[in-house]
């Protein structure tokens, strides 16, 4: 079990701390499950941080070198904290961080606009329908326009309908 239901409540955890790594997530989950009397499922925690990434509550940003990626909320979360969660800062030792929001952006972007590809040459009706509701948070959330890839999705949907 993990002691978050929803993409949001993941991303709640990371905007605590303004992005984390994978591994401090899921510490944090693990921190979460102990206060309440339940142990964490490893697998189930990495699929569920899985699924946040892929359906974008979290945006992954690489960092130089041998650093791992960061974590941080996307343009999909309504971050949510979980019962608990507003004692993590003061019981890991994660530092506060403030990620580049530029970033961010361009990170989340180049991801919608690889996936919207890779959907489309799939014919994966599913994801495009998903990827098309991304690209308006993505929009909102960033900033940017998408609208060539949102029009390519829109092709994309039609034909499958």
Do not use: Q
Not at 21 to 44: N, Q
Not at 45 to 55: K, R, S
Not at 89 to 115: K, M, N, Q, T
């Amino acid at each position: 079990m993990i002691p978050t239901d929803t993409g949001d409540e993941l991303a709640g955890v990371a905007d605590l701390f303004g992005a984390v790594t994978r591994a401090e997530l899921e510490c944090a989950l693990g921190e979460l499950a102990f206060k309440r009397g339940e142990t964490v499922d490893d697998d189930a925690a990495t699929d569920a941080v899985d699924a946040a990434v892929e359906n974008y509550y979290l945006v992954a940003l690489e960092r130089e070198g041998d650093e791992p990626p960061l974590l941080a909320p996307g343009p999909a979360a309504f971050p949510a904290l979980p019962e608990g969660a507003e004692d993590l800062p003061h019981i890991l030792d994660i530092p506060d961080r403030e990620p580049d929001r530029e970033s961010l952006v361009e990170a989340a972007e180049r991801r919608l606009r690889a996936d919207a590809a890779g959907a489309v040459d799939d014919g994966d009706a599913e994801r495009i329908e998903r990827l098309l509701d991304v690209s308006y948070d993505l929009e909102t959330w960033g900033g940017v326009d998408v609208g060539d890839v949102r029009a390519r999705l829109d092709d994309a949907a039609a034909n499958h309908n």
